[in-house]
């Protein structure tokens, strides 16, 4: 008991060093290195063990390899047979028990963690329950315990445990936010998945599509908001209002007859496609234009959210290939300028 | 037919093209093999590029989004089935049966059937870049991705067919070996003398025997889903996803193996041969071989860890998948323990051997990092991912398949690779292809998903991306450099002795460079591992023969084997534009389904022809065999 211990005290320091070498990788909304959830953080502490055990037999192996490179190369002129050693049991048997012994200590928290990560949320009351459905290439959200459906971006309580039951409509994608939980398939034909995570730190959290689905694969990402409870509450009752069609008649007419035929703002349109209601509060226009102040503009996807809109509308094809918006309407020029302004001042007044 | 089996005199023996498209011959097949292998691995090296070129800066539109799809699926499509599986086969048939002391392998025939159905498979995959339709559903296919609905041109139907017809070379080429090593050791060769490599293509033709079936049920099921309106993977109609997963990967997985346990065979041998030592803990290498093969058709689920399996199945499989490491510990020490004490010389070959160990260590350890299956809800699907199979597919296969080529060089083309540039070769190689992968680890963990068109800027992925596509390029002038090699050495005279290493071991280097037609004049008797060598040391030139010089018997060379491939190409071709091109002359049969039937026709005429000639081969006199060994008896 007491060897283990110093063990551990050994591997302690390194593994904190570890931590910060690696914490210093990449984005801190983004990262599977920066962890901002306790599910993220729990993974990532599986890796860190990981890394430290594969960290020491690289480096064993690499200075065996480097010192019989090095020592017993064969010098010039050197014409000596070496003794021809059949093998050695001691060796062989201290080669099979060490990586073993590694792999228990390995092993025994993996399947820990794998159990302690499938625990079932879906009837616990505290949690918040959400009906997570792929689509190529946007995310639906819908919230069945309120009755909220909403896309692309994630609002969840900062103080809750967020239930997430996972499907896809189509092909399969897979549900990733690196910085607070592994992925998850979303399957098609009601084979569904369920996963937790929650995000105790207040902010915006950049999640992925991970798996192959189609050639905007690549574009289908989505946001996650985490709000404290207070904010969660606003938003939620924000949701459930009525909303405002466009006060201009001609832009009004356009919008119902064409976007509403497929999508819905409050408790008009359609349930199929992306549900547009609180749209100028989103982070982002079809969850790859990021929406910012016209003096932050600092990278090719980033621009006002009127801009944004007017982008994605005017000429969906060029943003994300191969999407269900592409062809779908004839919209005059009037009209998209219209529908855009209108939806970039819908916004949700919650946090 | 009484007379057949008098010494057939009337020798048909074919010069030219007609020479390489009929031959049977186990070492001609091996080069068309290398021939065929390097053309496709220069495709889905040049495919690899554009891909690279595409992702060396955010929000690049080098390739539209859909072209780039087609890149990666043709890349790993390729990369995997028609370069690393036939360049292996290249070096299994070169030099397998000289390594047992056989005259070629058992089913001589049925080897340049296997040659050329992976060809025409392999053609007809790439035919779809011709015709426009290129599969980009990923080299997996997952469905329904894969399906009619979500891939409606015929590109999935390239992969499908493709896929089948090379597969069924591969399955008998497989089939073949096994029974070759079985069978047609030479006297005294018992298995446990046999080569390394001998027993790592022995291992990994039994994983290709019970592992590509398993994949043509599932290109079967599928073929029916797009051809014929079946749906065994179409969820809409009562058909299930996660069963093509499931089968994919009951296949893909000791796919891995087959690919790896030669260039581990390779490496054993490089190893040995140039550190001047047995190779360390022979039997234990043996044994870790069979576990790996075995252990191999366990984990295959370790590549559905987020595929909702739940917690008991991705348990099982994170510890299932974890074992393999210990027989792969094993090998490593091995040969880290076989250069220790050794007169290590550093030549082309042996460097490409030696700087797998560590690479392969790399892909191994995150190998054991990906069986842990929460982690591996991060690492799945991301950069981590290409990283690690890049660095054990790249990093230990292909330097594996390097080391063996500039190794075995001599003794497939009587010339040896020029060393200088072999050298700076492998640098430049090896330099690339660690800066290509080892960022990717790094680019996974913070979040960047693998195959993804586009990636936006100010995620932090800009610098290491482009460090990447430099190491591409740098790969690329390796590959270049390795072709110039290769054409320098084919202007050089045929002169390099039957052991030009002067360190060989093994029954292939007692032989001329390159073998005659019939390998051995004399089969020879084997007296224990690493038979040359010991009868190096005991002060004997060469083997002790087994038998008497005498006639040796022959297998006669045909057209056939490549008609049944020919007409699987046609008929594949055909049946996949049934419903395209209209009907045949009023009849209720389209014009692909005659192109289909011609092709069918021609591969069972073929097959016909071969069931009904007596065809007993022919004979290679006593007196040309002692003319070849220039005259003494």
């Not at chain 2, 597919?393 to 072999?422: D, Q, S």
């Not at chain 2, 020919?566 to 009023?586: T, V």
Request: net charge negative.
């Amino acid at each position: 008991m007491m060897k283990r211990w110093q063990f551990v005290k050994r591997l302690a320091p390194l593994m904190a060093m570890l931590a910060l070498l690696l914490s210093a990788c990449g984005r801190e909304d983004l990262s599977a290195l920066n962890p901002q959830g306790p599910v993220a953080e729990e993974q990532f502490g599986l890796m860190k063990l990981a890394i430290t055990i594969m960290a020491f037999v690289v480096i064993v192996v690499f200075a065996i390899c480097v010192y019989v490179i090095i020592r017993f190369r064969r010098r010039k002129g050197d014409n000596s047979i070496p003794k021809q050693v059949e093998g050695s049991h001691k060796l062989e048997i201290i080669w099979t028990v060490i990586p073993v012994i590694l792999l228990i200590i390995l092993g025994v928290p993996t399947v820990q963690s794998v159990f302690n990560l499938s625990k079932d949320y879906s009837n616990d009351p505290e949690a918040v329950k959400v009906i997570v459905t792929s689509h190529q290439y946007w995310w639906e959200f819908e919230y069945p315990e309120l009755g909220i459906k909403t896309s692309q971006e994630l609002v969840i309580p900062n103080n809750r445990v967020v239930a997430i039951e996972a499907k896809s409509a189509d092909v399969i994608h897979s549900f990733w936010i690196p910085a607070l939980a592994g992925k998850i398939d979303t399957n098609p034909a009601g084979n569904v998945n369920r996963m937790y995570f929650s995000a105790p730190k207040e902010g915006v959290y950049l999640g992925k599509c991970a798996e192959l689905c189609g050639p905007s694969h690549g574009l289908m990402d989505f946001k996650v908001k985490s709000v404290d409870s207070a904010s969660f509450e606003r938003w939620t009752a924000a949701m459930q209002a009525p909303v405002a069609l466009p006060s201009d008649p001609a832009i009004a007419d356009a919008f119902e007859k064409k976007c509403l035929a497929c999508h819905a703002v409050g408790d008009m349109g359609g349930p199929a496609f992306p549900n547009l209601t609180g749209i100028g509060s989103r982070e982002s226009v079809a969850g790859i234009l990021v929406n910012v102040e016209a003096d932050d503009i600092k990278y090719k996807h980033e621009d006002t959210i009127y801009n944004n809109l007017y982008k994605w509308i005017k000429n969906p094809e060029a943003i994300k290939p191969g999407n269900e918006m592409s062809n779908q309407y004839d919209l005059t020029e009037e009209e998209i300028q219209g529908i855009a302004k209108y939806l970039s001042e819908l916004t949700l007044d919650f946090e | 037919m009484a007379h057949a089996h008098a010494h057939g005199h009337a020798v048909k023996r074919y010069s030219g093209i007609m020479d390489w498209l009929t031959t049977v011959d186990h070492k001609k097949i091996g080069i068309l093999y290398l021939i065929a292998g390097g053309f496709f691995f220069l495709v889905g090296g040049l495919e690899a590029i554009l891909i690279r070129v595409q992702l060396w800066q955010p929000q690049n539109d080098f390739v539209s989004a859909n072209t780039y799809n087609e890149l990666i699926t043709m890349h790993g499509t390729t990369m995997i089935f028609l370069a690393a599986m036939p360049l292996l086969f290249a070096l299994m048939n070169a030099v397998i049966p000289l390594q047992i002391g056989a005259r070629d392998v058992a089913f001589p025939f049925v080897n340049s059937l296997g040659f050329w159905t992976f060809l025409f498979g392999g053609l007809l995959l790439n035919v779809s870049w011709i015709v426009g339709s290129v599969p980009d559903a990923g080299w997996t296919s997952y469905a329904p991705l894969a399906g009619t609905t979500y891939s409606g041109n015929h590109g999935v139907d390239y992969y499908v067919l493709g896929l089948q017809i090379a597969g069924i070379g591969t399955l008998i080429g497989g089939i073949n070996f096994l029974v070759t090593i079985i069978n047609m050791r030479a006297p005294g060769m018992t298995f446990m003398r046999m080569p390394m490599f001998t027993w790592a293509a022995f291992i990994t033709s039994a994983l290709i025997l019970f592992a590509f079936p398993a994949l043509t049920v599932g290109l079967a099921a599928l073929m029916f889903d797009r051809l014929f309106g079946a749906n065994f993977f179409d969820p809409s109609a009562g058909g299930n996803a996660v069963l093509w997963e499931h089968i994919f990967w009951i296949f893909g997985h000791p796919e891995v193996y087959i690919l790896i346990l030669p260039a581990f065979g390779i490496i054993s041998e490089v190893i040995s041969t140039f550190s001047r030592k047995r190779l360390f803990g022979y039997s234990s290498m043996v044994f870790a071989t069979i576990l790996i093969g075995f252990l191999g058709f366990m984990v295959w689920a370790h590549h559905m860890f987020t595929t909702g399996l739940g917690p008991i199945a991705n348990a099982l499989f994170s510890i299932a998948t974890m074992l393999i490491a210990v027989p792969t510990g094993i090998k490593i020490f091995n040969w880290l323990f076989t250069m220790w004490g050794g007169s290590i010389k550093f030549t082309a070959a042996n460097l490409y051997a030696v700087g797998f160990i560590p690479t392969f260590v790399m892909g191994g350890v995150t190998g054991v990092m990906l069986a842990a299956a929460p982690a591996d809800f991060q690492y799945h699907d991301s950069y981590f991912v290409v990283a690690h199979f890049h660095y054990v597919i790249v990093g230990g296969l292909v330097l594996g398949i390097f080391a063996g080529l500039h190794y075995w060089w001599p003794k497939m083309f009587g010339r040896v690779l020029n060393e200088t540039l072999g050298k700076l070769t492998f640098w430049m190689f090896f330099i690339g292809f660690h800066l290509t992968f080892f960022v990717q680890h790094f680019l996974g963990l913070m979040g960047m998903p693998r195959r993804i068109w586009q990636y936006l800027d100010g995620l932090g992925f800009n610098e290491m991306n482009m460090i990447s596509t430099v190491g591409a390029i740098m790969m690329g002038i390796g590959t270049i450099m390795f072709l110039i090699n290769v054409a320098a050495s084919f202007a050089k005279p045929k002169t390099a002795a039957f052991d030009p290493w002067e360190d060989g071991r093994t029954l292939e280097w007692t032989i001329p460079s390159p073998a005659p037609e019939y390998n051995f004049a004399q089969t020879p008797l084997v007296r224990g591992y690493d038979a040359y060598w010991k009868e190096k040391m005991e002060g004997r030139s060469g083997m002790t023969p087994a038998e008497p010089i005498g006639p040796i018997h022959m297998p006669s060379p045909s057209i056939l084997p490549f008609c049944m491939g020919l007409g699987l190409f046609i008929a594949g071709f055909g049946f996949m534009y049934a419903p395209d091109w209209g009907h045949f002359l009023g009849t209720p049969l389209t014009m692909g389904h005659m192109i289909g039937i011609v092709g069918l026709l021609i591969t069972f005429t073929s097959m016909l022809l071969r069931s009904v000639i007596d065809d007993h081969g022919f004979h290679i006199e006593e007196a040309e065999i002692l003319k070849d060994m220039g005259g003494k008896a």
